[in-house]
């Protein structure tokens, strides 16, 4: 555990810990940290911003990000359309017998 002194202070008014943003995620925090240390949590429009020493998540940038996800599982992007044709059929790796 970290050699801290005293309580942890409250977060900042409408705003969450990196633990109580990644619990209202569904995340472990340890994803919301390679997020933060990859720029994913930028990308996804939910920065990730220092209080002292502490990092701190806007609960509208939260909110806004699962939104997104909920509207892009509703809508089917082009990629994610298959074709309805059957797979090709798997050709056998071993060689053909020869006729006797």
């Not at 940290?33 to 930028?42: Q, S």
């Not at 990092?55 to 082009?78: C, G």
């Amino acid at each position: 555990m970290h050699n801290r002194k005293g309580p942890r202070p409250s977060p900042p008014k409408g705003c969450l810990w990196i633990e109580e943003a990644a619990a209202h995620l569904g995340l472990e925090v340890t994803t919301l940290r390679k997020w933060r240390l990859t720029g994913k949590d930028v990308a996804q429009k939910m920065p990730g911003f220092k209080v002292g020493r502490y990092v701190a998540y806007k609960v509208d940038d939260l909110d806004a990000y699962l939104n997104r996800q909920y509207q892009a599982a509703l809508t089917p992007a082009a990629s994610r359309v298959y074709e309805s044709r059957p797979p090709e059929p798997r050709l056998s790796r071993k060689p053909a017998r020869a006729a006797a």
